[in-house]
């Protein structure tokens, strides 16, 4: 993987990340200012949609890097992260899969299950992603 393609990885990841942590901190922690309103807080519409419009670019560079990170990480002889990069490829699928879902769903009921899909696997994801990119540091310490 080059230093291109890692970095947009991680710009992805930060900005689709953050948005969705600062999203659900406002749609789920915060009250409404006005009682009458379906947003708690004003900038809650753009933090959402800021999350939908970046979150092509995580799909894009995941599949930017598959092949030659992924992929050859998978194959190679070399077991240094390989079960976080594992736990990442795993996870991704239902991640991405239950957050378009959520755009479609009409059913409440499939709604609230693929908001909780997305909660979860979207955890699983950025702690995950941030344990690769520290074993990644503490392996070229040690060397």
Same mark, same amino acid.
């Given at each position: 993987?080059?230093?291109? =393609? ?5 710009l992805?990841t930060? *900005?689709?990340g ?13 009250e ?9 807080h ?12 970046? #979150? ?45 879902? *959520?755009?479609?769903?009409?059913? =409440? ?17 950025? #702690? ?16």
């Amino acid at each position: 993987m080059s230093r291109l =393609e890692a970095w947009f990885l991680h710009l992805a990841t930060a *900005l689709v990340g953050l948005t969705g942590l600062v999203y659900a901190w406002m749609l789920y922690l915060l009250e409404p200012v006005d009682p009458f309103s379906v947003a708690h807080h004003p900038l809650q519409p753009f933090t959402q949609h800021g999350h939908v419009v970046a #979150a092509p670019f995580l799909i894009f560079a995941l599949g930017l890097v598959w092949r030659r990170h992924v992929w050859a990480g998978w194959r190679s002889r070399n077991p240094d992260r390989r079960r976080s990069g594992l736990a990442l490829a795993l996870t991704f699928g239902p991640m991405a899969l239950s957050g378009y879902l *959520l755009q479609t769903a009409v059913d =409440e009921t499939w709604k609230k299950i693929w908001v909780v899909v997305h909660v979860a696997t979207s955890l699983f994801w950025l #702690a995950g992603y941030l344990g690769h990119q520290v074993l990644r540091w503490r392996i070229g310490r040690a060397r």
